[in-house]
């Protein structure tokens, strides 16, 4: 493609797409980044630069880019039958065999799946199908949800409420007054340092907060096991079992967001393995179909099922669907991806590698600029401080996270760059210990090259 053709698509992007999650006016004045082709861990963009991706598109690419037996899988469904709507009683077989998977796969218990396409509206579903379980059971009084600070669920009108960033709420009306938030289990900027005092400290926020708003109006709690978007907020371990043990004391639903940490990138499966825990309902996307084809999906209880079908007279349908849900491709595609985590090695690999992963952050640690890592499996963190012995954070006036991330660019890596000055990475499952290396050195010369700069270096303490 010529140069010429390339500032065309670019002229094309900025007059006519909108990007998810993206100032308006700073896209019009930057421009788009066009990637044009990718293969394993790398990228190529249009200008032909090769890039590590550290981050998995979007922590989704968990089985690397290129892997042509999904292709072929897509391709042979699209072929077969391209469409099948789940409504009217219709079904197909990968849309049942899928279903089937994961209920198999999925921590004991969750034996119902409903299929989305995509996290957000995985959350938005699972609001609408608790909201419709309390008024089936004769129960309509527990309305209101809470979820964590620095949480994330989407960007759906329900469930961006129950998110807590701020670009998700301002001029939007949000949140829902019955849409509340307590804070987050945050190791490194807590005072407390001993984990069972986190835990305890987060136990009793959930008390006091379903004391404040009354047990009996209460429906959920919703969590990432990890906290993603967020910061990549990684709770001490026992945290998320102390948490589903408080729901059940205090009989509000617990719903595990497991759309960032599923399928592998923790570690196990599911990151709910890890602490034996099944919650009452989980949400899924990403890793599902590793990002080749939009899915999502919501996993339930049979209790909830129960309740929810046991609501209303057999002739009357459950008023919540999508034309997409279960899309017979999307579910060729997860089967595929679910068959290479698991019998092609790819959830070994990412174990194996994910030690690899853990030494790195670890070496990073020494770095002037760095005052905490942290992650699990291969989900991490590195946050950048002004002073490592106050943690004191960056000014904002510095602009680091865009300053980071276009340094990393040139350097040929891709992680997150949060607004708060941290590096989130999610590296696919599929990457060697090589490769693993390498991310970190580049990363280690993208701190260098920031501490070079005369206001970087008179900043940091």
Wanted: with cysteine; hydrophobic share 40%; net charge negative.
């Amino acid at each position: 493609m010529t140069l010429k053709s390339n500032r065309s698509l670019l002229d094309i992007d900025r007059d006519h797409l909108i990007h998810p999650v993206t100032s308006f006016r700073a896209h019009e004045a930057r421009g788009a980044t066009l990637l044009q082709s990718g293969k394993g861990m790398w990228l190529t963009d249009m200008d032909g630069n090769q890039l590590l991706d550290a981050f998995a598109g979007l922590w989704c690419v968990n089985v690397g880019y290129g892997q042509d037996s999904i292709v072929e899988a897509a391709a042979a469904q699209m072929r077969q039958l391209p469409y099948a709507t789940g409504y009217f009683h219709f079904g197909c077989e990968t849309t049942v065999r899928l279903a089937q998977k994961l209920a198999d796969l999925s921590p004991e218990g969750l034996d119902h799946v409903y299929f989305t396409l995509g996290g957000s509206d995985a959350v938005d579903s699972a609001i609408r199908y608790i909201i419709h379980y309390f008024n089936a059971i004769g129960r309509p009084s527990k309305k209101q949800f809470i979820a964590l600070d620095r949480g994330y669920h989407g960007s759906s009108t329900t469930g961006a409420g129950l998110t807590a960033l701020s670009n998700f709420h301002r001029l939007f009306d949000l949140p829902h007054a019955w849409q509340h938030h307590i804070p987050s289990p945050y190791p490194y900027r807590s005072e407390l340092t001993d984990d069972a005092a986190i835990i305890a400290r987060s136990v009793q926020q959930l008390k006091d907060k379903v004391a404040e708003l009354g047990a009996d109006n209460v429906a959920a709690f919703f969590c990432e096991p990890i906290q993603g978007s967020g910061g990549v907020i990684v709770p001490p371990k026992g945290w998320l079992k102390a948490l589903r043990d408080t729901c059940t004391e205090l009989d509000i639903l617990f719903v595990a967001d497991e759309v960032i940490t599923g399928f592998g990138r923790t570690g196990p499966l599911f990151a709910c393995e890890e602490e034996g825990v099944t919650p009452d309902l989980m949400t899924l996307a990403k890793g599902l179909t590793a990002g080749y084809a939009p899915m999502g999906a919501l996993l339930m209880s049979d209790k909830v099922y129960q309740g929810i079908a046991n609501g209303a007279a057999p002739e009357l349908a459950i008023g919540h669907g999508f034309t997409y849900s279960g899309h017979p491709v999307s579910a060729a595609v997860g089967l595929e991806v679910l068959r290479l985590y698991t019998e092609g090695g790819i959830l070994a690999n990412g174990r194996s590698v994910g030690r690899r992963f853990a030494a790195g952050l670890n070496a990073i640690a020494d770095h002037p600029l760095v005052g905490d890592t942290r992650g699990r499996g291969l989900l991490g963190a590195i946050e950048l401080v002004a002073d490592k012995d106050s943690k004191a954070r960056l000014d904002s006036a510095l602009k680091i996270p865009d300053r980071l991330f276009a340094q990393g660019y040139k350097n040929g890596v891709i992680f997150r760059s949060f607004p708060d000055n941290i590096i989130g990475l999610a590296p696919a499952l599929c990457a060697s210990d090589e490769e693993m290396d390498e991310i970190f050195a580049r990363i280690r010369k993208t701190l260098d090259d920031l501490l070079e700069e005369a206001d970087i270096r008179a900043a940091v303490g």
